[in-house]
């Protein structure tokens, strides 16, 4: 049985003698070293650290089942998050688990299919407003400092805590940091999770460096490159959808103290790299988590030497979230009769 990050994590979390320990199976995800991709776009290691297999498959399992077990531990009976999706099923689902109420605030028709169905099935009262994922969390954070509900999204330390941990597995599993993240930038949580559990575990001395944190936002949601926050942010990538990220100063931090860099994808380079992703790695990422991916072959094709360098690439979601991004874009396939001559000769075998 899997421990799960509370349990694993214990003396790194806030966890006291009353937090309730359980799990869903958070954690503990793959790292996968693809050698054809490393030759292919010229670098020296280069993992995918497969987030997609979180129990409601994206990282924010991690960080909610931290989040949710502080709320049980506080008493609350309610918990409440504004989403672009991911954070939305995994708090939908982990208090099913918990038998807690949970409420979401969505941007109307800005979900992803698959996870507006997970928000669904786990019994989550869903509220889609006429308005952005900016103005959702603005309205959750005032809701929830008026009633006595527990805010789950990231501004929640507890959330970035949890997610933290994504970093200690890979330095377990690289028996030391990698030299650069590659990671998506949304709301900015993730990439100031990372930064806080490789700082903590190379001050634990865990790791004999800290790597350079490489964030990437969409081309049309990209405030912290630009400098301002975008008032309609426009990107495929649905869940990085956001013009005014709660964490925006953190990630900043995250970029400088680590050396790192925040830059831009166009989605057609997130779409290029999901593809590439899939095709040469067999790695199914959503088109957000494709950002990453996305930002290291942009900047090898710059010009970028990471030929000697070990690379994480974070693939953040599950790819069967979002199959009408997919097949809005892919080559349609061939369509015949049921017949053996003809399906062989279209294969070109007769
Ligand atoms: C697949 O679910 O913000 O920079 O409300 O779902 O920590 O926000 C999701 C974000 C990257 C960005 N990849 O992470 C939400 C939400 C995927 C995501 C991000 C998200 P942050």
Same mark, same amino acid.
């Given at each position: 049985m899997k421990l799960g990050v509370l349990a694993t994590y214990r003396n790194f *979390?806030?966890?006291? +003698?009353?937090t309730p320990i359980f799990s *869903?199976?958070?954690?503990?995800t793959p790292l996968v070293r693809c050698g054809k991709l490393e030759k292919e776009i010229g670098c020296g290691e280069l993992y995918f650290?497969?987030?997609?297999?979180n129990p409601t498959g994206s990282f924010k399992d991690r960080g909610m089942v931290v989040a949710v077990a502080k709320a049980l531990e506080a008493g609350s009976q309610t918990i409440m998050c504004a989403s672009t999706g991911n954070t939305s099923a995994s708090a939908a689902a982990y208090a099913a688990y918990c038998g807690l109420t949970a409420i979401i605030i969505v941007s109307k028709g800005n979900i992803a299919a698959g996870k507006l169905a997970q928000a669904t099935i786990h019994g989550a009262k869903i509220v889609a407003i006429d308005g952005n994922f900016d103005q959702a969390l603005r309205i959750v954070r005032s809701l929830t400092e008026k009633h006595p509900i527990s805010l789950v999204?990231?501004?929640?330390?507890h959330r970035i805590e949890g997610q933290k941990t994504a970093a200690f597995e890979i330095i377990e599993a690289l028996s030391d940091a990698p030299d650069h993240l590659f990671i998506p930038v949304g709301n900015a949580g993730n990439i100031t999770a990372y930064w806080k559990g490789f700082v903590e575990y190379y001050q634990a001395g865990r790791a004999s460096h800290k790597p350079k944190m490489m964030g990437f936002q969409a081309e049309g949601a990209a405030p912290i490159v630009r400098g301002h926050i975008i008032e309609q942010p426009q990107t495929? +990538?649905?869940?990085?959808?956001?013009?005014?990220? +709660?964490?925006w100063q953190r990630a900043v931090t995250a970029r400088d103290e680590s050396g790192g860099i925040i830059g831009i994808v166009s989605d057609e380079e997130i779409m290029s790299a999901q593809r590439l992703m899939a095709t040469g790695a067999g790695v199914f990422g959503e088109p957000a988590s494709a950002a990453s991916f996305a930002g290291l072959i942009k900047m090898i094709q710059q010009? +970028?030497?990471?030929?000697s360098k070990k690379i994480v690439c974070v693939v953040?979601?599950?790819?069967l979230k979002d199959t009408d991004a997919v097949l809005q874009n892919t080559m349609p396939f061939l369509e015949l009769p049921a017949d053996f001559a003809t399906v062989e000769q279209a294969l070109g075998w007769s």
């Open positions: *979390l806030p966890v006291t +003698a009353k *869903l199976g958070e954690g503990d650290k497969l987030e997609g297999c999204n990231s501004v929640n330390p495929i +990538a649905s869940a990085i959808r956001i013009g005014n990220p +709660a964490s010009g +970028a030497d990471f030929s953040t979601g599950n790819g």
